[in-house]
């Protein structure tokens, strides 16, 4: 019988932040043509929208930002785990299996929250995408009576971050499937599932915070109604962060991938525990 090898916390968060801090510079390469899609997503939100963002409108943006997003965590991954020459500088140059594969594996572990996020979001009325205690009592009855599927999507979430490991896998051409980052994070579930949601939470903590130093700093020197210039520079700037956030996270993966796994370059995975 094989067993797993261990996985520590403060190794993995450790080597998290070593890595991800460590490949600043290329941090900011890679995501050029993912960020100009992204935040050309986010401006056209703002202009197909009339006032208020309506919630399907906004889960719609949201749904094809996946695609910006894998372009960039490919390139992560790989520029993490092979580095140059066979890394790309600049991720999204082109469209192949490798991206495919991680949306491929990121719909299968997130595909639950995903669905009941889009039930909420096209029941939702198009002006309460933002919602106050008094907002959700005065929701109606059928849009309420849909949280009882909010257990259902956290707990969905939780196994999907335990799993998260393996969207590395495609990046790095390795043939994957759920079940195998279920057999690989065999011993080792809470370390898998409790790094890759700190790392989450700090980088969403992060995120709000310098999004709102971000508004507070642009709309004083550009100015509250600065137009579209205005709009371009925060959607760059919140794209940016949101692209550092996902970097946090699958520097997180790409460790675990590394470590459950054995992975080098040219070599076979090791066999996964029995």
């Known amino acids: 019988m094989s067993t797993p090898p261990p996985l520590h916390f403060p190794d993995v968060m450790t080597q998290t932040f070593r890595l991800c801090f460590g490949n600043l510079r290329a941090f900011f390469d890679l995501p050029l043509i993912p960020t100009i899609i992204s935040v050309a997503l986010i401006m056209g939100l703002r202009l197909l929208s009339d006032g208020a963002v309506s919630p399907q409108l906004l889960g719609l943006v949201k749904l094809l930002d996946l695609v910006p997003t894998a372009m960039f965590a490919v390139g992560w991954y790989r520029w993490l785990l092979i580095g140059p020459p066979g890394a790309s500088v600049v991720a999204g140059l082109r469209w192949s299996a490798r991206e495919t594969g991680f949306l491929r594996e990121y719909a299968v572990i997130f595909g639950l929250p995903i669905v009941i996020m ?49 969207l590395a896998a495609p990046a790095v051409d390795e043939a994957w499937r759920a079940s195998l980052a279920w057999r690989y994070s065999k011993g080792n579930a809470m370390v898998s599932l409790g790094t890759v949601f700190v790392t989450t939470v700090i980088g969403m903590i992060g995120e709000l915070i310098l999004a709102g130093l971000a508004v507070a700093i642009v709309r004083t020197v550009l100015g509250s109604g600065g137009g579209i210039g205005t709009a371009l ?15 946090l996270v699958a520097t997180t993966q790409a460790v675990i991938f590394r470590q459950l796994t054995g992975w080098r370059p040219g070599t076979n995975l090791q066999p996964p525990p029995i």
């Open 118 to 166: 889009g039930i909420f979001l096209l029941q939702m009325p198009d002006d309460m995408l933002v919602l106050t205690p008094n907002d959700v009592r005065a929701l109606p009855p059928e849009v309420r009576a849909l949280g009882i599927l909010v257990p259902f999507a956290f707990v969905g979430a939780l196994f999907g971050m335990r799993l998260s490991f393996g």
């Open 233 to 247: 520079v925060l959607s760059l700037i919140l794209a940016t962060l949101s692209y550092f956030k996902l970097a």
